[in-house]
C-alpha cells in the first residue's frame, strides 16, 4: 500500500471509527493497570533510542513531579497510549508511527511532533519518507502545517540523522 493511501485511509478511520475501537479488547491485550504499564513501557523503549531514555530517566529524577501541573500525564500515556493502543495487534510500530505523524503534523502538535519525528527514524522511517509525509500533510492539513512540521523536523533531524 502507498503510504499516502495509508495515511489517509488510517486518518479516515481513526476519525470515524474511534468509539468503536474504545470498546473492543482483543483477548491478547494487558488487562490490568499493572500490565497496560509495564507492556506500555517496553513499548516506549523500543521507540526511543538509549540516549533519549538516558535524558527522560535523567529529567524525572531531577524533577519533584508532585508540585507539577498534570504529573500523571506521562503515566497515563504509558498505560493507556503506549500500553492499550501500541500494543494492538493489526499495525507494526512504524505503520502506526506512519498514522500518528500525519494526525500530530495535521493538529500542530509541535511538543509532539518533536519525539515523534525521532521514533519515526527508529522504526525505520527514512528521510524521504518524511518528506512524503510533509508533502501528503501539506494537502489535507494545510501548508501552515506542513511548513511547520518541516520546520521541526529539520531541527530535530539535522543532515545526517
Same mark, same amino acid.
Given at each position: 500500500?502507498?503510504?499516502?493511501?495509508?495515511?489517509?485511509?488510517?486518518?479516515?478511520?481513526?476519525?470515524?471509527?474511534?468509539?468503536?475501537?474504545? *470498546?473492543?479488547?482483543?483477548?491478547?491485550?494487558?488487562?490490568?493497570?499493572?500490565?497496560?504499564?509495564?507492556?506500555?513501557?517496553?513499548?516506549?523503549?523500543?521507540?526511543?533510542?538509549?540516549?533519549?531514555?538516558?535524558?527522560?530517566?535523567?529529567?524525572?529524577?531531577?524533577?519533584?513531579?508532585?508540585?507539577?501541573?498534570?504529573?500523571?500525564?506521562?503515566?497515563?500515556?504509558? =498505560?493507556?497510549?503506549?500500553?492499550?493502543?501500541?500494543?494492538?495487534?493489526?499495525?507494526?510500530?512504524?505503520?502506526?508511527?506512519?498514522?500518528?505523524?500525519?494526525?500530530?503534523?495535521? *493538529?500542530?502538535?509541535?511538543?509532539?511532533?518533536?519525539?515523534?519525528?525521532?521514533?519515526?527514524?527508529?522504526?525505520?522511517?527514512?528521510? =524521504?519518507?518524511?518528506? =512524503?509525509?510533509?508533502? *501528503?500533510?501539506?494537502?489535507?492539513?494545510?501548508?501552515?502545517?506542513?511548513?511547520?512540521?518541516?520546520?521541526?523536523?529539520?531541527?530535530?533531524?539535522?543532515?545526517?540523522?
Amino acid at each position: 500500500m502507498k503510504l499516502s493511501h495509508l495515511l489517509t485511509a488510517a486518518t479516515l478511520v481513526l476519525l470515524t471509527a474511534a468509539p468503536a475501537f474504545a *470498546q473492543s479488547t482483543p483477548a491478547n491485550l494487558p488487562d490490568s493497570i499493572a500490565a497496560r504499564r509495564a507492556a506500555g513501557q517496553a513499548i516506549v523503549e523500543k521507540l526511543r533510542t538509549p540516549e533519549n531514555a538516558r535524558e527522560s530517566a535523567k529529567r524525572s529524577a531531577e524533577t519533584d513531579t508532585s508540585k507539577i501541573i498534570g504529573n500523571e500525564l506521562s503515566r497515563m500515556a504509558v =498505560e493507556n497510549i503506549f500500553g492499550g493502543i501500541w500494543t494492538r495487534p493489526g499495525l507494526s510500530l512504524r505503520d502506526r508511527e506512519l498514522v500518528t505523524l500525519g494526525l500530530l503534523i495535521a *493538529q500542530r502538535a509541535n511538543s509532539e511532533l518533536v519525539p515523534h519525528f525521532e521514533i519515526a527514524r527508529n522504526v525505520g522511517i527514512t528521510r =524521504e519518507e518524511l518528506s =512524503e509525509i510533509i508533502y *501528503q500533510s501539506a494537502a489535507y492539513a494545510g501548508m501552515p502545517a506542513a511548513h511547520n512540521a518541516r520546520d521541526i523536523a529539520n531541527k530535530v533531524l539535522p543532515p545526517g540523522k
